[in-house]
């Protein structure tokens, strides 16, 4: 623990996270204020399943150009932005929304949709560069420098998921209890402040980040498309070329059309070996085993005698689980952070059995409690994989893409588990979603990049080892020549 208490030393960083967990209170109002209005109205079918579903078309369909715009411009200024649209959206639901299935509620979904396609990768690229560090210009990083540094954002992200997942876990409590004392539009007030104390905190976290990153913002669009068009790792395409050749092509190469970079994002995961195959794996279990899973889980439930509070009270567990997975996998480090990250995920796979193994109410909570652990440390580790593993500008489209592979296919899947139902019963298809969750996790762990989280590729060379392996070269030449 004592390096998330130093993390939290650094106030930028204290801030950034404060902002996030606030913002996420707001989160968890929008979606109560339209229950709660529109049961008021009398529309709440029509009216829920609406705004729920724009909702999550705004977000899915925008994620990938939001990586783009996030690599062209300041992402806290991205940030920012967002959430102050979120400010000004919630305030005119609190004006003109009175719970009927019309155009205002259907645009503040959109909009909140879109705002969440921003931010949510935005943090990811923001969080780890605000925290001070060595300038790595200098030269003067050793390798037990940079290994720190790795330790340290792995922990930072640790540390920013847990503190997201608690607000997560108390804001919906929070948001029931707020409406049910005053009404909607004092709660989508409370979500505009929020919001608007998010956007304080991010801008003036970011301030450290903003400094630092206006010198290398004007070459990024044509430095990111060299990179894209890199080996199979993701490496730099010019990286031999002098700085005087990569001035001229910056000058001379027209800015990368969004689509073609939006779609580059994909392209980098699918580069880079061992980040190939766990979004595969993410696919197929978010499609096939946790889309599934999640439609038959109340029905199993209920067909065990079992009432709603006992649904309710294994999902909490598993956020609560969450939390702990969230510092568990800030602490996860070494070679083998890939198989460590892999075998705790395997551990969902057990959560799905659970409820086919035991009708034991406690087993099932503590089944939930170690999914969550194990779901959201393996996040973790690979958010950082991932930062270590692509270039920095190519980070907004990285993020992004990864946040895609994880959430697109999730309706699909859901869809998936409600047509299974009409021919299976809901313990087959749990035991089906257990099964599937082992068997891909541990075939995923035969690959040696995965099982490492890197590529088995050099690592990029210091200054000082630069000089050194020229010095080397030289001397060789020299003795060749006097043979």
């Known amino acids: 623990m004592r390096i998330y208490l130093d993390l939290l030393g650094h106030r930028r960083f204290a801030a950034l996270c404060f902002g996030q967990a606030v913002s996420l209170l707001g989160d968890a109002l929008f979606p109560i204020i339209v229950v709660v209005a529109a049961a008021q109205a009398g529309t709440p079918a029509e009216t829920i399943g609406a705004a729920f579903a724009a909702r999550f078309l705004a977000l899915g369909g925008v994620v990938l150009f939001s990586g783009a715009l996030l690599d062209r411009i300041n992402p806290v200024i991205a940030a920012v932005a967002a959430d102050a649209t979120r400010v000004f959206a919630l305030i005119a639901l609190a004006l003109f929304w009175h719970g009927d299935l019309n155009a205002v509620v259907l645009a503040v979904a959109i909009v909140i949709g879109l705002c969440e396609a921003v931010s949510e990768p935005a943090l990811l690229v923001i969080a780890p560069r605000i925290l001070p560090g060595k300038d790595p210009a200098s030269g003067t990083r050793s390798e037990e420098d940079e290994e720190a540094e790795e330790h340290r954002i792995t922990a930072a992200y640790g540390l920013l998921e847990g503190m997201r997942n608690t607000s997560g876990i108390v804001g919906p409590t929070l948001a029931a209890a707020l409406i049910a004392l005053l009404s909607p539009s004092a709660g989508a007030l409370a979500a505009a402040v929020t919001f608007g104390l998010s956007a304080a905190a991010t801008r003036w976290a970011g301030g450290r980040y903003a400094a630092q990153s206006a010198a290398p913002e004007a070459g990024k669009s044509t430095e990111g498309s060299q990179e894209l068009a890199g080996g199979q790792t993701g490496e730099p ?80 567990s598993f956020a609560a689980g969450t939390v702990l997975g969230a510092f568990l996998g800030g602490r996860i480090r070494g070679s083998r952070r890939g198989l460590y990250a892999l075998g705790l995920l395997g551990l969902f796979g057990l959560t799905a059995l659970a409820p086919v193994l035991t009708e034991s109410v406690l087993l099932l909570t503590a089944a939930f409690v170690v999914g969550g652990i194990g779901q959201q440390a393996f996040d973790v580790v690979k958010m950082a994989g991932l930062r270590r593993e692509v270039p920095d500008r190519l980070h907004g489209r990285a993020f992004s893409a990864d946040f895609f592979f994880s959430f697109a296919s999730l309706p699909l899947g859901q869809l998936l588990g409600a047509a299974l139902l009409r021919f299976l019963d809901a313990e087959s298809i749990m035991l089906w979603a257990g099964v599937l969750v082992l068997v891909t996790t541990a075939l995923t762990m035969l690959s040696p990049d995965t099982r490492r989280f890197g590529s088995a590729q050099r690592k990029p060379q210091t200054q000082t080892q630069t000089q050194s392996a020229e010095a080397i070269s030289a001397e060789r030449a020299e003795d060749v020549r006097t043979r």
């Open 237 to 316: 395409a010019g990286e031999l070329a002098g700085p005087e050749q990569r001035k001229e092509a910056e000058e001379q190469e027209p800015e990368e059309p969004l689509l073609r970079s939006a779609l580059g994002g994909l392209a980098v995961l699918w580069r880079v070996r061992w980040l190939r195959y766990v979004q595969l794996l993410a696919v197929v279990h978010v499609l096939f085993a946790v889309g599934p899973w999640m439609v038959a889980l109340p029905v199993l439930i209920i067909e065990r005698g079992h009432s709603a509070t006992v649904y309710a009270l294994v999902l909490g």
